[in-house]
């Protein structure tokens, strides 16, 4: 919701879950709901990880933080991939550390961006690169594959190969 979070801090949050993401393939969602008040967020959490899939499938290796302002409660789902990294008693000590209380004194965007940032350094860790590290493509937005497949790139390749069969 706009009134919780400023585009800066989505923007800074989205550089740090993207170069997650390219870093490790490690697949990291944040998510902020207004209210909650009906609902549990332990199974809502839970029940978003599966059914977004987050992680790739050959590691499991998603990362999703819920957050819920109303009555500010906030989960961290992890992929089986990734609990070596970031196990659960990491997770929730992020949570009782750094976003409990921020969200107390009203100041959810630092809270927020500070997790990210904690866990942005966690899974980039390069002792842990090859445990995270999965051999599946990122599909892009458009259900395409993702960036190795540029159209630019291709076509490069494709004039290369051309110029050395006419020099030949």
Not at 41 to 51: K, Q, S
Request: proline letters at 5%.
């Amino acid at each position: 919701p706009d009134s919780y979070l400023d585009e800066v801090s989505v923007a800074r949050m989205n550089v740090m879950l993207d170069s997650i993401r390219r870093t490790t393939t490690v697949e990291p969602m944040v998510v902020v709901i207004g209210d909650m008040t009906d609902n549990d967020i332990d199974n809502f959490a839970t029940e978003l990880f599966g059914h977004w899939g987050l992680g790739k499938s050959d590691k499991d290796n998603g990362v999703l933080i819920v957050a819920a302002m109303e009555p500010r409660k906030i989960a961290i789902r992890t992929g089986y991939g990734v609990e070596g990294v970031l196990p659960d008693i990491s997770c929730g000590r992020i949570i009782r550390e750094t976003i409990a209380p921020a969200f107390r004194r009203g100041e959810y965007r630092p809270g927020l961006v500070a997790a990210v940032s904690q866990i942005k350094s966690a899974l980039t860790d390069p002792e842990y690169a090859a445990e995270l590290a999965s051999g599946e493509r990122d599909v892009d937005e458009r259900g395409g594959a993702g960036a190795d497949d540029d159209p630019f790139k291709i076509y490069l390749a494709c004039s290369a190969g051309l110029a050395v069969l006419m020099l030949i």
